[in-house]
């Protein structure tokens, strides 16, 4: 079986709802992941951030506001005046539970209950649309199988055991789930993160054992730069898993930073391809892939780094156990890290705690911060007998300040700290030095 998986552009209006519905109904059992429609989760982060800040009255006008334009969508989705109905009913019901956190109290509690109400909304929006048409269709609620550990870690053993428990034998059934929500190891509605149904439909893929899963949004595959930033990138047709989780995890944002490591665990194909044209290529991630070199230019940012030199307190050995155990005590994530015998550099983005980890590192060492930062990382085939691409990406930047670099830990990801002001700079440069364009 097959996991496909439409983004929030993709069914961003009443008539892409239709044309998603239009490519999933070929007859084929699968199961559909689907986002919020776009936009709406932004919107649900701006109402959270009124009600944290007690903005009452501008929060409850903007539910009124978002409710208005699901209104509408609910007028053009469905033909029928009992499919209308049914789904006035379900807008009025999220809308109103919505209205429900209205109040004084607000935390990250209520704050995850109120970003999932956009994935629950389409998934039923989509499932009704397709019972109205008559196709064979099953709602699958990811709140009763997806589920993250006491780490947040996704629970894979849970997320197969329940699954499997969810699953019909029907033929052509197709099966609708939301993407990015799950419960927590309390039992508390969570979500895998921004961007997380990707995460959603690879976790899903490895839990039933999937043929492939399907990413389905906006742009024809993967490109080899972000074309949000880069004119003329161009489409990569083909990734290893290892290029592609390097790329997500450093700031394609396309896919998911983790939605890669579950399908290349589980040796499941992923194939990106894109809604508006449906019969572009697209791009194959799967464990082997044609064609070497340089495959893409990414980049990550909120970058801070961080370096410490030592004091002489400890033996270098001990220097650097040091340092990755107060990083680990505080579960700050180092993205990228650098040595001498003295100093050691690393790079995080998450800036949770590092006041806690900069106090703690000064008893070792000299401390020194740099924020607002950025990696750009090139990623591709660089084995060793790959000469001369450190030459090309160096050369690329000559003209600004590089903080660090990180080269040889794999044999696909050459990384730079830069400042995130050069970014755009970086980014033009490497795809001039590397495609050309
Ligand atoms: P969805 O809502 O379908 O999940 P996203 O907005 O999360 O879509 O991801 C698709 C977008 O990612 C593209 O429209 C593009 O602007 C952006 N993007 C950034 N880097 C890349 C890249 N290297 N290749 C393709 N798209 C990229
Ligand atoms: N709706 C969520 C978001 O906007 C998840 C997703 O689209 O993947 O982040
Ligand atoms: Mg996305």
Same mark, same amino acid.
């Given at each position: 079986m097959k996991v496909l998986k439409f983004g929030g552009t993709s069914v961003g209006s009443a008539s892409r709802m239709k044309e998603v519905v239009r490519l999933i109904a070929d007859g084929e059992r699968k199961i559909v992941v689907l986002s919020a429609m776009s936009g709406t989760t932004n919107k649900l982060v701006e109402i959270s951030e009124c009600l944290y800040g007690k903005r009452l009255r501008e929060a409850a006008e903007m539910i009124d506001g978002l409710e208005a334009v699901y209104a509408g969508h609910v007028e053009e989705l469905y033909s029928t005046d009992e499919y209308r109905e049914k789904g006035k009913k379900i807008i009025k019901e999220h809308f109103d539970y919505l209205r429900s956190f209205v109040k004084d109290i607000f935390t990250l509690y209520e704050e995850k209950i109120v970003l999932a109400q956009g994935e629950l909304i389409s998934t039923k929006m989509v499932y009704n649309y397709m019972l109205e048409q008559g196709y064979d269709a099953a709602f699958l609620p990811a709140l009763d199988f997806m589920r993250t550990d006491r780490l947040g870690e996704p629970d894979i053993n849970y997320i197969r055991k329940h699954m499997a428990g969810m699953l019909g034998s029907g033929d052509g059934c197709i099966y609708i789930t939301q993407g990015f929500i799950c419960r927590n190891a309390f039992n508390e509605i969570d979500n895998l993160q921004r961007g997380g149904s990707d995460y959603t439909a690879s976790l899903i893929g490895a839990a039933i054992d999937a043929e492939e899963v399907q990413i389905w949004t906006d742009i024809d595959g993967l490109h080899n730069n972000d074309p949000r930033i880069v004119e003329n990138t161009s489409?990569?047709?083909? $990734?290893?898993?290892d290029e592609a989780a390097e790329l997500a995890y450093f700031g394609a944002k396309i896919l998911h930073p983790a939605c890669i490591i579950p399908a290349k665990r589980a040796g499941i194909p992923v194939l990106l391809l894109n809604t508006?044209?449906?019969?572009a290529p697209g791009t194959l991630i799967a464990g082997n892939c044609t064609g070497g070199g340089i495959k893409a230019v990414a980049a990550k940012? /909120?970058?801070?780094?961080? =370096? !410490? =030199?030592?004091?002489?307190? $400890?033996? +270098?050995?001990? &220097?650097?156990?040091?340092? &990755?155990?107060?990083?680990?005590?505080?579960? *700050?994530? !180092?993205?990228?890290?650098?040595?001498?015998?003295? /100093?050691?550099? !690393?790079?995080?983005? =998450?800036? +949770?705690? $590092?006041?806690?980890v900069a106090d703690e590192l000064s008893h070792y060492g000299e401390v020194a911060i740099d924020? #607002?930062?950025?990696? +750009?990382?090139? *990623?591709? #085939?660089?084995?060793?007998? /790959? +000469?001369?691409?450190? =030459?090309?990406? *160096? #050369?690329? $930047?000559?003209?600004?300040? *590089?903080r660090m670099v990180s080269y040889g830990s794999s044999d696909n990801n050459i990384a730079f700290l830069v400042r995130a002001a050069d970014k755009k700079q970086a980014l033009c440069a490497l795809s001039r030095a590397l495609f050309s364009c």
């Amino acid at each position: 079986m097959k996991v496909l998986k439409f983004g929030g552009t993709s069914v961003g209006s009443a008539s892409r709802m239709k044309e998603v519905v239009r490519l999933i109904a070929d007859g084929e059992r699968k199961i559909v992941v689907l986002s919020a429609m776009s936009g709406t989760t932004n919107k649900l982060v701006e109402i959270s951030e009124c009600l944290y800040g007690k903005r009452l009255r501008e929060a409850a006008e903007m539910i009124d506001g978002l409710e208005a334009v699901y209104a509408g969508h609910v007028e053009e989705l469905y033909s029928t005046d009992e499919y209308r109905e049914k789904g006035k009913k379900i807008i009025k019901e999220h809308f109103d539970y919505l209205r429900s956190f209205v109040k004084d109290i607000f935390t990250l509690y209520e704050e995850k209950i109120v970003l999932a109400q956009g994935e629950l909304i389409s998934t039923k929006m989509v499932y009704n649309y397709m019972l109205e048409q008559g196709y064979d269709a099953a709602f699958l609620p990811a709140l009763d199988f997806m589920r993250t550990d006491r780490l947040g870690e996704p629970d894979i053993n849970y997320i197969r055991k329940h699954m499997a428990g969810m699953l019909g034998s029907g033929d052509g059934c197709i099966y609708i789930t939301q993407g990015f929500i799950c419960r927590n190891a309390f039992n508390e509605i969570d979500n895998l993160q921004r961007g997380g149904s990707d995460y959603t439909a690879s976790l899903i893929g490895a839990a039933i054992d999937a043929e492939e899963v399907q990413i389905w949004t906006d742009i024809d595959g993967l490109h080899n730069n972000d074309p949000r930033i880069v004119e003329n990138t161009s489409p990569v047709r083909s $990734l290893t898993f290892d290029e592609a989780a390097e790329l997500a995890y450093f700031g394609a944002k396309i896919l998911h930073p983790a939605c890669i490591i579950p399908a290349k665990r589980a040796g499941i194909p992923v194939l990106l391809l894109n809604t508006m044209q449906p019969e572009a290529p697209g791009t194959l991630i799967a464990g082997n892939c044609t064609g070497g070199g340089i495959k893409a230019v990414a980049a990550k940012d /909120n970058i801070t780094a961080i =370096k !410490v =030199k030592s004091n002489g307190r $400890l033996p +270098a050995s001990g &220097f650097l156990r040091k340092v &990755f155990e107060i990083f680990e005590s505080y579960m *700050v994530p !180092v993205d990228m890290v650098c040595t001498s015998e003295m /100093n050691v550099a !690393v790079a995080t983005d =998450k800036t +949770a705690h $590092l006041d806690e980890v900069a106090d703690e590192l000064s008893h070792y060492g000299e401390v020194a911060i740099d924020t #607002d930062m950025c990696i +750009a990382c090139v *990623v591709g #085939d660089m084995g060793r007998h /790959n +000469a001369g691409t450190m =030459k090309t990406v *160096v #050369d690329a $930047l000559a003209e600004m300040p *590089v903080r660090m670099v990180s080269y040889g830990s794999s044999d696909n990801n050459i990384a730079f700290l830069v400042r995130a002001a050069d970014k755009k700079q970086a980014l033009c440069a490497l795809s001039r030095a590397l495609f050309s364009c």
